[in-house]
């Protein structure tokens, strides 16, 4: 535990942890935890766009050279 995990936000409901036991879970379960998984990813790749397009933009000021 790092003295930093005070400024993550803390979230209310489900949780997924990647690898665990999933036989125990009810179908409702599991339907939020692929939403909760799917929001994520969204996220993720969005995140991603934003940080490609960054790129883009610095090697075409640095190629225009």
């Given at each position: 535990?790092?003295?930093?995990?005070d400024?993550?936000p803390?979230?209310q409901?489900a949780?997924?942890?990647?690898?665990s036991?999933?036989?125990?879970?009810?179908?409702?379960?599991?339907?939020a935890?692929i939403?909760i998984?799917?929001?994520?990813?969204e996220?993720?790749?969005q995140?991603r766009?934003k940080?490609?397009?960054?790129?883009?933009?610095a090697e075409?000021?640095?190629?225009?050279?």
């Amino acid at each position: 535990m790092s003295i930093f995990d005070d400024d993550l936000p803390q979230k209310q409901g489900a949780t997924h942890i990647v690898g665990s036991d999933l036989t125990l879970l009810s179908v409702d379960e599991l339907t939020a935890r692929i939403n909760i998984l799917t929001g994520e990813i969204e996220r993720l790749e969005q995140e991603r766009e934003k940080k490609s397009a960054g790129r883009k933009a610095a090697e075409s000021l640095f190629s225009a050279r």
